[in-house]
């Protein structure tokens, strides 16, 4: 297997609104972030990956982008991100940027200049389409899209196909200049960009070069798996349960997508030392062997989501809900990933991000008995597997959901839709319905960093954008420094052992007790070197004796200290490593 600096790396996810504000205005900003790059490197990182602090009107927390190389006056200026490049390449940390380009904002020059003529020279930036003729459409579709029919010069349309936004309602937005429909897979005020054209393509690939020169040490790549439409964009079946066709299956990895990677490799990547990794919405095994190949004519890895689907609502087809993941289909589905690309690819590693729910009250346990514990035995069986680890910030704290109770306390775009359309469309019960999306939205991962047990958590001084997590002044970075058994250290342990040792970047990946409902167990081997994680992810007490072989191992890092785990009994939420040579 060829060695890499960025599979040996951890990499730290800042989202920047909820980090650090430095200027008391409520809001994180890069000073902020740059005010605490000592916190991350006593934390043990390498990489910081950075959500995107470009230009843009906000719709979406900034992936709306209307200028991808000028900075939201939110998060200060340009001369503020080249200081905190500065500051972080100083202290040995590298920053990667959250690359925004299967759609732009409605609001970028580009778009301006499309939307307002169908002979402009950048009309086809993007994806316009006619709409359907309302009386040309079958009696069904028009009632079951009533409420999309637009008129326009005396007539009535329907958008130009069934597709459902990512952010409820259709994929498509009417603009009055010209009677045409553009697709938006997200937001109305995030068009998507046409990847067909070559000239689009150009201004990626010519703006990414800037942004290399410039210094930064790669790209997280959004919803990159959406960029290459099908061809003809034809009606999609419609899911139970749904309003709306499934744009997203049908767009994910679309027919010319990995050429147009490839070219992106050959005309930016492939020039600089660069970390990149793809989201990939629904990528396949088969598939993530062609964007994360061992070649390098693509990316170095990707993120994908089927273990952060498994607890998807059955019932429903959608993913709120609020019943926890099975513990053996999370086994075998990670088993699937390690194993499949081991050799062949690269394994990005993660639970928590921007748009995932926290981990700790997922699959763990938040109460004050199991909190620490559970995030702890999380954060084993995960760092000690093979690929590139991701810690989200306030993941090495184990920060906790929010307990909403109100619509209102929301600011996600995503979470607030989907509870209006659900409810009113759907007919979904209120009461029923808020409890699922309390529990999976985007906002848990975006309440304020918990920096210290002082007003607003030492985040701000003003009123924070969004609700800081009332259980800040027991859980908060000032407490878990000063104390040698946090969580906080327990990953900075976690992330030294990455760093002095091969066996666990690059060993395989051998699962143990594959059908035990709560225990996740299993063997890294690599040069004659061994290591058997052990966990038991339950509130209850198990028994589990060690191999023979690993009986006279040593202890690399265990969650309840100086407790005998050759003893065959496991506490709930207890987990250990153990090595042999």
């Not at 940027?97 to 169908?118: G, I, Q």
């Amino acid at each position: 297997m060829k060695k890499a600096w960025w599979k040996e790396s951890v990499v730290y996810q800042i989202y920047p609104r909820s980090f650090c504000d430095s200027n008391g205005d409520g809001i994180g900003d890069l000073n902020g972030i740059t005010s605490k790059l000592d916190y991350l490197k006593e934390l043990g990182i390498d990489v910081i990956w950075l959500s995107p602090v470009y230009r843009s009107p906000n719709d979406d927390n900034g992936y709306d982008i209307s200028d991808y190389e000028d900075i939201m006056e939110d998060f200060g200026s340009m001369a503020d991100f080249d200081r905190l490049l500065k500051s972080a390449h100083e202290k040995g940390l590298k920053i990667v940027m959250d690359l925004v380009v299967n759609h732009t904002s409605d609001e970028h020059a580009w778009f301006l200049e499309s939307r307002k003529n169908a002979e402009n020279e950048k009309r086809d930036y993007y994806i316009w389409r006619k709409g359907r003729k309302l009386n040309e459409v079958s009696p069904e579709e028009r009632k079951q899209f009533a409420s999309d029919v637009v008129e326009y010069k005396g007539e009535k349309f329907l958008p130009p196909n069934n597709w459902g936004s990512f952010f409820s309602g259709p994929a498509w937005g009417f603009s009055e200049e010209t009677g045409e429909f553009y697709l938006h897979l997200f937001s109305k005020k995030q068009p998507d960009l046409n990847w067909e054209n070559e000239r689009v393509r150009k201004e990626v690939f010519d703006m990414m070069n800037r942004w290399c020169e410039k210094g930064i040490d790669g790209f997280r790549m959004d919803v990159i798996s959406l960029i290459s439409k099908p061809e003809g964009l034809p009606n999609q079946p419609i899911p139970t349960g749904a309003i709306y066709g499934d744009a997203g299956q049908i767009c994910a990895n679309g027919p010319h997508v990995h050429a147009y990677l490839k070219e992106m490799n050959r005309k930016v990547l492939s020039h600089y030392d660069l970390i990149t990794v793809g989201e990939t919405a629904g990528v396949t095994l088969e598939e993530a062997k062609k964007y994360a190949n061992s070649d390098g004519t693509e990316l170095n890895m990707v993120f994908q989501f089927e273990h952060v689907s498994l607890d998807d609502n059955p019932k429903y087809g959608f993913k709120w809900n609020t019943e926890k993941m099975s513990l053996v289909s999370l086994k075998k589905n990670l088993t699937k990933w390690q194993n499949g690309l081991y050799e062949v690819g690269w394994n990005s590693i993660f639970f928590c991000n921007h748009d995932q729910p926290r981990i700790v009250s997922r699959l763990g346990n938040d109460s004050d008995l199991y909190r620490e514990r559970s995030a702890k035995c999380i954060a084993t069986f995960l760092h000690m597997m093979q690929g590139t680890p991701y810690v989200y910030q306030g993941e090495e704290l184990g920060m906790s959901n929010y307990p909403f109770q109100d619509l209102s306390e929301f600011r996600d775009l995503e979470s607030i839709n989907a509870f209006h359309e659900l409810t009113e469309k759907a007919h979904l019960d209120p009461a029923e319905l808020f409890p699922m999306i309390a529990f999976k939205s985007r906002d848990n991962a975006r309440t304020p960093m918990q920096w210290d047990d002082s007003e607003n958590a030492g985040f701000t001084s003003a009123t924070p954008w969004i609700k800081v997590n009332p259980n800040y002044k027991k859980v908060n970075a000032k407490e878990e420094l000063a104390r040698a058994d946090s969580v906080f250290h327990y990953y900075q342990k976690l992330i030294s052992l990455r760093h002095h040792s091969g066996l666990i970047v690059y060993g395989d990946f051998r699962l143990l007790e594959e059908e035990d409902p709560n225990l996740f167990i299993y063997e890294r081997h690599l040069d004659g070197k061994a290591l058997l994680c052990v966990c038991n992810v339950s509130e209850k007490e198990r028994e589990y004796t060690p191999p023979a072989e690993f009986q006279k191992g040593q202890v690399l890092i265990q969650n309840i200290p100086d407790r005998d785990v050759r003893a065959g009994k496991l506490a709930p939420y207890e987990a250990y490593v153990l090595a042999v040579e």
